[in-house]
C-alpha cells in the first residue's frame, strides 16, 4: 500500500522559513523522480520542484526558484523541501509524489504565510 505522509507545515511570517518532509513507503522510492506540488486557495494543484531519482538534478517553477531547495534521502525514503525568503503567495497545501503524479495524494501540510 502506497503511502506519502507530508509534514513540517505551519504558521510563518513572510521572510520566514520553513522544512517540508515527506515520508513514502509501499514502493520502490529510489527509481522515482519525486517532485513537490501546491494547492492554494482557488487555484489548480501546481508542481513547484523536481529532484531526480538519485538526486543528481533540480528544477524548479519560476516562482519558487532561487528561494525553495528540494532534497531526497533514498535510504529513509523521504524528500524533503526547504523553503526560505517565504512570500504570502506561498500560502498553500503542500504536498509530494513522483514527478508524474503516480500514486494518489496523502492529506498535505498547510503552509501559511502571513503577517
Do not use: H
Not at 520566514?16 to 509501499?26: E, F, I, P, V
Amino acid at each position: 500500500q502506497v503511502q506519502l505522509v507530508e509534514s513540517g507545515g505551519g504558521l510563518v511570517q513572510p521572510g520566514g522559513s520553513l522544512r517540508l518532509s515527506c515520508a513514502a513507503s509501499g514502493f520502490t522510492f529510489s527509481i522515482y523522480a519525486m517532485s513537490w506540488y501546491r494547492r492554494a486557495p482557488g487555484k489548480e494543484r501546481e508542481k513547484v520542484a523536481t529532484i531526480t531519482n538519485a538526486g543528481g538534478s533540480t528544477n524548479y517553477a519560476d516562482s519558487v526558484k532561487g528561494r525553495f531547495t528540494i532534497s531526497r534521502d533514498n535510504a529513509k525514503k523521504t524528500v524533503s523541501l526547504q523553503m526560505d525568503s517565504l512570500k504570502p503567495e506561498d500560502t498553500a497545501v503542500y504536498y509530494c509524489n513522483t514527478d508524474t503524479s503516480r500514486w494518489d495524494w496523502g492529506q498535505g501540510t498547510q503552509v501559511t504565510v502571513s503577517s
